[in-house]
Every structure is written in structure tokens, then in C-alpha cells.
């Protein structure tokens, strides 16, 4: 498959080519979001996955029923991509959506809806390095000979869906506009079922402990990384390779210290403080 792109409109930020074009972003600029739709928001690597499949264990009280027989990418669907059009419901009820695009592009049609947004948010050097694997395996993405030719694109915001920095700053300054939840994949990490709790919380659904036990349980790496609907190895290796790196690879914080040298590392926190000044969101690198 070519390793194409196309540029994205308004922004110029760049996005695989084979799952977005010009109609299907238009279309999800215009998107009318109702009451009762809950947006998964993230930049690339940050846990999507993750907050798409705990969402979908609290809808069903914890019955992995739905978690084991729908692929993730049909219960919460990618709004900017082409299916999108053809897949999301009409009917009455919750909607689940998926989308890593950037608040100027989304923000304005959420604030005047009912939706709920939970942005996820992950620190930028273990996104970095995996988004560096995901490079690997996915045929779509540009192929970087090394981690650090991939840092400095990185870095510079020249990779598709451009840069964290942009990206997190500009959801987090939504937060009062929006019914929005932040949550961080140190967060999940650290305490899976506070976490859980607190998704409850911000959805109204409230669940008994049992219930959460069985949230928490199939959403563990070791559970999710064996369920077929979530770990994407439905999808063909041509597309995604498994072999060059798994999809659910380590799930792990603070992987960035495998990958980074100490030049790398000082870089990183320079232009992090550059980058991330006046910004009061906390990060947490390491648990
Ligand atoms: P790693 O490559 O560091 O392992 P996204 O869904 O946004 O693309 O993010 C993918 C990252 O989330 C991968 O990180 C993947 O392993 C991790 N991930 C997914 N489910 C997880 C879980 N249950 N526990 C820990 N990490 C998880």
C-alpha cells in the first residue's frame, strides 16, 4: 500500500490519506452532536483504546458481550474517517465517537451541542515512542529509519495529526466551554478502578462494585491485549503488520526511558517548557 496523505483543510495538519479525505472531513466539521453523545478525544497513542473499551464495559454493566464481538472502531467510530458517514446511529441513545482532531476544527460545533467529551491525555515522550511503533506496523504511516529521526518530527509537530503540544493545549484550554473530562493514561495506570469510578461519575452511570470489578478486570493490558476486537489484529497484516510491533505493545509509563538519551531527554523538557508555557495541565512521566 502507498504510504500516502492528504492535508487536512483548515489547519494544514497532515492525516493518513487511506482513512480521511476531503468529504469525510467536511463531515465531521459539520457533525451535529446531540445530547447523549460521549467524544473520546486524544492525540494519536494516548490510550484511545483504552477509554473506548472501558466505555463500553460501563454502558453494559461489565458484560464483556459487547466488548468480545463488535470491533472497537464500530462501537465508538473515528469521526473523521470515511466510514464514519455510514456507521454512526441514528437511533436514540448513546453514541459513542472517536476523534484525534484538533479543537479549533471541533470545538466550536461541541460547545453549542449537549455532548460529553472525555480528552485523554498521555505524557509526550511515551507517546512519542509509541507512536514510533505504531509507525512501524502501520503501512499507511511514513516510515522513519530511527527513533530519533522520528523525535525530531515529532518534536516539530511534522507527523500526521501534527503536534501534541498543540494538540493538548488547545483541548485543555476548552475545559470550562465544554462538558469535557480530562483523564490521563497515568491516571488509568496508576489506579485502573478510581479511574473507572470517576468515568462514572462524569457519565451518570452509576455501577455497583461488582460491576466495576468486572469493568476493571477486562480492561486490564493482559485482558485487552488478548481480545481480538480491541488489539486490532483483525485487521490485515498489509495494513498492520504485527510482526514489526504488536498494537497493545507494552502498556506500560515511562517506556520513554528505554528510548531517549540524556541529550534527547534535555531537548525534550527545553522545548516541552517552551512549548507548554502558561499551560497549568500536569504531567506525570513516570509512576
Ligand atoms: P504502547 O505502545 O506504549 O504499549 P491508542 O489507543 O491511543 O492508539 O494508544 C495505544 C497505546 O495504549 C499503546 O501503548 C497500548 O499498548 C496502550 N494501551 C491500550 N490498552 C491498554 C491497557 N489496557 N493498559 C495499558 N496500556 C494500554
Not at 465508538?76 to 453514541?95: C, I, N, Q, S
Not at 510491533?245 to 531527554?265: A, C, I, P
Amino acid at each position: 500500500m502507498d504510504r500516502m496523505h492528504v492535508t487536512e483543510m483548515l489547519s494544514g495538519i497532515q492525516l493518513p490519506g487511506h482513512l480521511h479525505t476531503p468529504e469525510s472531513l467536511q463531515y465531521a466539521k459539520e457533525f451535529q452532536f446531540r445530547e447523549g453523545d460521549v467524544l473520546i478525544i486524544s492525540y494519536p497513542k494516548s490510550g484511545t483504546t483504552w477509554i473506548q473499551e472501558i466505555l463500553t464495559l460501563i454502558y453494559s454493566q461489565g458484560d464483556p458481550a459487547i466488548a468480545t464481538s463488535v470491533p472497537n472502531w464500530m462501537r465508538a467510530p473515528w469521526l473523521e474517517h470515511t466510514y464514519f458517514k455510514t456507521t454512526v446511529k441514528d437511533e436514540e441513545g448513546p453514541r459513542f465517537i472517536t476523534s484525534h482532531l484538533s479543537s479549533d476544527i471541533l470545538a466550536p460545533a461541541l460547545q453549542n451541542s449537549k455532548a460529553k467529551v472525555i480528552y485523554v491525555v498521555r505524557n509526550s515522550k511515551d507517546v512519542a515512542v509509541s507512536f514510533y511503533y505504531f509507525h512501524k506496523m502501520a503501512k499507511f504511516m511514513p516510515n522513519f529509519e530511527s527513533f530519533s529521526e522520528f523525535l525530531e518530527h515529532f518534536l516539530q509537530g511534522k507527523v500526521y495529526y501534527g503536534s501534541w503540544f498543540d494538540h493538548v493545549k488547545g483541548w485543555y484550554s476548552q475545559k470550562a466551554n465544554l462538558d469535557m473530562f480530562i483523564i490521563s493514561y497515568e491516571d488509568l495506570y496508576k489506579d485502573l478502578r478510581r479511574s473507572i469510578k470517576r468515568l462514572c461519575g462524569f457519565l451518570g452511570c452509576p455501577m455497583y462494585s461488582k460491576e466495576v470489578d468486572k469493568v476493571e478486570h477486562h480492561c486490564k493490558f493482559a485482558v485487552m491485549s488478548q481480545n481480538v476486537m480491541v488489539n486490532y489484529t483483525l485487521i490485515p497484516q498489509e495494513i498492520l503488520d504485527h510482526e514489526q510491533s504488536k498494537f497493545m505493545r507494552k502498556g506500560v509509563v515511562g517506556d520513554w526511558k528505554n528510548h531517549l538519551t540524556d541529550e534527547q531527554n534535555e531537548n525534550f523538557d527545553k522545548m516541552y517548557k517552551e512549548k507548554m508555557s502558561g499551560c497549568d495541565l500536569q504531567i506525570v512521566w513516570n509512576v
